[in-house]
């Protein structure tokens, strides 16, 4: 006789996985801010090249890239790994799309290993990138006591009292960290930046021709592997969420038209 087993296997998409991560990995600014010091601490007391310029003088200044390393496009979520010692921040949808085809989870920036649980999101960072949103600021300038400017041009920058020069002005001079309003999760769920990543069709998928064109399908390896990180939020499925076994995702539609002779199959066996 022969035993056979069919699996359905729940595969989360990269937004529920941002979402849940956003709910329980958003590091509050306070604790960001704490992070930025000690960085200037501890650069400062190991004379590193960090904390020194190349004559030797101690640095009071970092300048921070507001593109992510991996996609060299502005961050939109900004996230770091918990043992990541840099204030440098990568984009976590990135991040996160990156692992789900590669599987590596290292850190972009420092290349530590950075797993979904390790993953934190930082407030802060958030928050300048929320208050430089419709500007074409690349750099920022934060100093040992985590105030920030940008670090060029200052055009197009939106203030509240963006009905003059003043919002510009303002911001020319170093912002301390109280002088933004920090986003939250309820922020993020108002003004949802468009994904630069295509959610697939899944009639595609079943057909198999998207194995021909658009991007590659998740790795067995990646995301969602063994369930422990499916931080769904229990709504329908939507259309780029996946489903199924390791094999291709093109043997869908054969896998759901064997399911009838799997059954009689089974009646059978059971019959003898």
Known sequence: SHLFVLQVVHRPSVRSVLQGLLRKRLLAADHCIGKIKRNF?????????????????????LKVSLKCPI???????????QDCKHIQSFDLESYLQLNCERGS???PVCNKPVQLETLEIDQYMWGILNTLNSSEVEEVTIDSSANWKPAKSLQGIKTEDDSDSCGAKRLSKAM???????????S???????SPYIPPDMHSIASGSMMNS???????????????YDFST???????????GGGPLSHLSDS?????????????????
């Open 41 to 61: 601490s501890n650069t400062a007391s190991s004379g590193s090249s960090m904390g020194t310029d190349r004559d030797g003088v101690e640095q009071t200044a």
């Open 71 to 81: 996609t060299f496009k502005r961050i939109t979520l900004p996230a770091r790994g």
């Open 105 to 107: 989870w290292r850190c």
């Open 176 to 186: 301390s960290p109280g002088s933004m309003t920090l986003p939250t999760m309820s």
């Open 188 to 194: 993020w769920d108002m003004n949802q930046a468009m």
């Open 214 to 228: 658009g991007p590659p399908p998740y790795s067995a390896g990646g995301m969602g592997r063994g369930n422990s």
């Open 234 to 244: 229990g709504s329908n499925p939507g259309s780029n969420e996946y489903s199924g």
């Open 256 to 272: 759901v038209n064997s399911l009838d002779p799997l059954n009689a199959m089974e009646k059978t066996l059971n019959e003898q």
